[in-house]
């Protein structure tokens, strides 16, 4: 049993992430718990819908859970394949052509719809990571009443991807708690989650000013 009255004193932000509801009814039920009171202190929240499918084996599809907790959220990030496969937002026919202009297209809606279904999310961050034999391609967008996108970035020397994607979200909380304007927000959490992929483990040592020095404009 946990007292979040008592855990979230003194608190202005709450994160969770998918992984932790996709492990057992019991864990999803504690999540809910955590969020009710979490908004009901106006303590502002944030999921990273990371949808790990083979977690999810308990009965439950993500889509009977998600939109519950989603529900409560003032900033979702993803991509358009999870909110696809957590929340059913719908994908647009054809937009598996690795085409970053289509896909920017898709976030924007992607953003919209999730807006449109959760009245009390205002802000929505897309990730775009692909491979392409020993290349890898990343960049973001951030929907807040208008599509702010990061430049993309190419490396072939990725030494460990696992972490980068709880750095760019760590970047978005930064920027927003640091009341940084839309597009430098977005650039910073971009260049966060790129520079982890050359450390190895699951978090990154780096400071602010080095990833502000490594941020690569459009």
């Not at 949808?51 to 889509?63: F, N």
């Not at 959760?118 to 897309?126: D, E, G």
């Not at 978090?203 to 404009?217: D, F, G």
Request: hydrophobic share 40%; glycine share 4%.
């Amino acid at each position: 049993m946990i007292n979040w009255e008592s855990v979230f004193e003194g608190a202005g932000w709450f994160h969770f992430s998918a992984i932790c509801p996709a492990l057992n009814q019991n864990v999803a039920d504690v999540c809910r718990e955590a969020l009710i009171v979490a908004r009901r202190k106006n303590i502002r929240i944030s999921v990273d819908l990371n949808y790990r499918e083979k977690l999810w084996k308990y009965g439950k599809t993500p889509d009977e859970v998600m939109p519950e907790l989603v529900q409560y959220c003032d900033l979702v990030m993803g991509n358009i394949w999870a909110a696809n496969k957590m929340l059913k937002i719908p994908l647009d026919p054809g937009i598996e052509n690795d085409k970053p202009d289509l896909y920017l297209r898709q976030a924007q809606r992607t953003a919209e719809d999730i807006i449109q279904r959760f009245p009390q999310c205002k802000m929505v961050a897309n990730t775009f990571r692909f491979s392409d034999q020993n290349r890898l391609k990343y960049y973001a967008a951030l929907y807040d009443q208008h599509l702010f996108s990061s430049a993309e970035y190419h490396t072939e020397n990725v030494v460990d991807k696992v972490g980068s994607g709880d750095c760019f979200m760590a970047g978005l909380i930064y920027g927003y708690i640091n009341r940084l304007e839309r597009q430098a927000i977005i650039d910073f959490a971009t260049a966060a989650a790129f520079q982890k992929l050359f450390e190895q483990g699951d978090a990154t040592r780096k400071s602010v000013n080095e990833i502000k020095s490594s941020i690569k404009t459009i």
